[in-house]
């Protein structure tokens, strides 16, 4: 078994959201977005080749996803981490590198879309991301997320805020 495949093990496509609703159905774009969590953390974990994480997450995923949006997004993040590191740095309370793993993939995706998606809604990133918080991270992990990605949108979407 390679890390690469244990990583992904450790998060099971699932078109079933971890919620206290009975078996809310996961949209399309929701599908995607969890998958571009699953290919940052093994990156950033295992540091695979991001064309090869696309391929095996092509490959091993399978039902109604929007590919277009995990193929445009998740190859943009990584050689990106640099601007989106500093871009965060001034709401952390800690260093980097003392983020759980989750929590920073998460932050890393949720300031790209802040910063590189306005087609998106900041709430919609904001909401998404403290959902994915919920499901992956630890107990707690969705109140930093938001609290960060709150003051970073405040910033960032300044005039969508007002």
């Known amino acids: 078994m390679t890390d690469s495949t244990i990583i992904r093990n450790q998060f099971p496509p699932s078109t079933e ?11 399309e774009r929701q599908k995607a977005r969890r ?12 540091g695979s080749a991001v064309s090869d994480i696309q391929a095996e997450f092509r490959s091993y995923y399978l039902g109604k996803i929007d590919w277009a949006y995990f193929n445009e997004v998740f190859p943009e993040i990584p050689p990106r981490v640099n601007e989106l ?16 793993p989750i929590e920073l993939c998460l932050l890393r995706f ?5 910063l ?9 990133v904001i909401n998404e991301h ?33």
């Open 17 to 27: 959201a971890k919620t206290d609703s009975p078996k809310k159905k996961l949209s």
């Open 35 to 46: 998958m571009v969590l699953q290919a940052l953390y093994q990156w950033e974990i295992a």
């Open 85 to 100: 590191d500093d871009a965060m740095l001034q709401w952390l309370d800690r260093d980097i590198k003392d983020l759980d």
């Open 110 to 114: 949720g300031m790209y879309e802040l």
């Open 116 to 124: 590189h998606r306005i087609d998106v809604p900041f709430k919609v």
């Open 130 to 162: 403290v959902e994915l918080a919920r499901v992956f991270g630890a107990t707690d992990g969705h109140k930093y997320i938001n609290g960060i990605l709150d003051k970073a949108a405040r910033q960032i979407r300044t005039l969508e805020i007002e």
